[in-house]
Nanobody
Framework: QVQLVESGGGLVQAGGSLRLSCAASGSIFSISVMGWYRQAPGKQRELVAQIASGGSTNYADSAKDRFTISRDNAKNTVNLQMRSLKPEDTATYYC?????????WGQGTQVTVSS
């Protein structure tokens, strides 16, 4: 079993910044990809950003140039630095880790951006 615990969500004004963190623990063998997804009310969960163990990254168009994902393989943590936040970024953000082909999810952390 792998547990993912997120932190760092909250309420911020438009144009502000937030940093999300996620720590993986448990029976970790080799996590290939870690990432962040988000889900707004009434919408499907969508990819925000992901990072492979080697450091290659992938961003949703909405996150490019504003968000930065980083990872510490030794500590099994992944962070998401979010800048220039917009009201449309309001959602529950979920940490994801893929290990041996199986996806693990955190419980989610709420990000609310006020206009």
């Amino acid at each position: 079993q792998v547990q993912l615990v997120e932190s760092g969500g909250g309420l911020v004004q438009a144009g502000g910044s937030l940093r999300l963190s996620c720590a993986a623990s448990g029976s970790i063998f080799s996590i290939s990809v870690m990432g962040w997804y988000r889900q707004a009310p009434g919408k499907q969960r969508e990819l925000v950003a992901q990072i492979a163990s080697g450091g290659s990254t992938n961003y949703a168009d909405s996150a490019k140039d504003r968000f930065t994902i980083s990872r510490d393989n030794a500590k099994n943590t992944v962070n998401l630095q979010m800048r220039s936040l917009k009201p449309e970024d309001t959602a529950t953000y979920y940490c994801n880790a893929n290990m041996l082909g199986y996806d693990y999810w955190g419980q989610g952390t709420q990000v609310t951006v006020s206009s």
